[in-house]
């Protein structure tokens, strides 16, 4: 079982910025993700769970969403099994819930149902 645990989020105004940390479980992390793909979505108060960036643990390919691309940049560590987003230029409508997951598979998928294993969520809030 994978654990996923983040970090970061927090009140910044539009135009600021933010680092949102994802750490992995040292102990299961390799036999049961493997090589797949870590990612990030985020979910606004009534509305669905959608997809935000991802990126392949082995190739370094990032993949990210058109609202927010040219603002975040997804990057991972190895040796700390630490994935981060960082956040430029944000804009009250990023406020939500971000929630970090991972897959087994090393196919990249903007579906949350084709994620096993996700966080717990850390919410960011932006002000205008």
């Known amino acids: 079982q994978v654990q996923l645990a983040e970090s970061g989020g927090g009140l910044v105004q539009a135009g600021g910025s933010l680092r949102l940390s994802c750490a992995a479980s040292?102990?299961?992390?390799?036999?049961?993700?493997?090589?797949?793909?870590m990612g990030w979505f985020r979910q606004a108060p009534g509305k669905e769970r959608e997809f935000v960036a991802a990126?392949?643990?082995?190739?370094?390919?990032?993949y990210y969403a058109d609202s927010v691309k040219g603002r975040f940049t997804i990057s991972r560590d190895n040796a700390e099994n630490t994935v981060y987003l960082d956040m430029n230029n944000l804009r009250p409508e990023d406020t939500a819930v971000y929630y970090c997951a991972a897959r087994r598979s090393f196919t990249t998928s903007r579906a949350a149902n084709d994620y096993d294993w996700w966080g717990q969520g850390t919410q960011v809030t932006v002000s205008s």
């Open positions: 040292e102990r299961t992390f390799r036999t049961d993700f493997g090589t797949g793909v």
């Open positions: 990126i392949k643990w082995r190739s370094f390919s990032t």
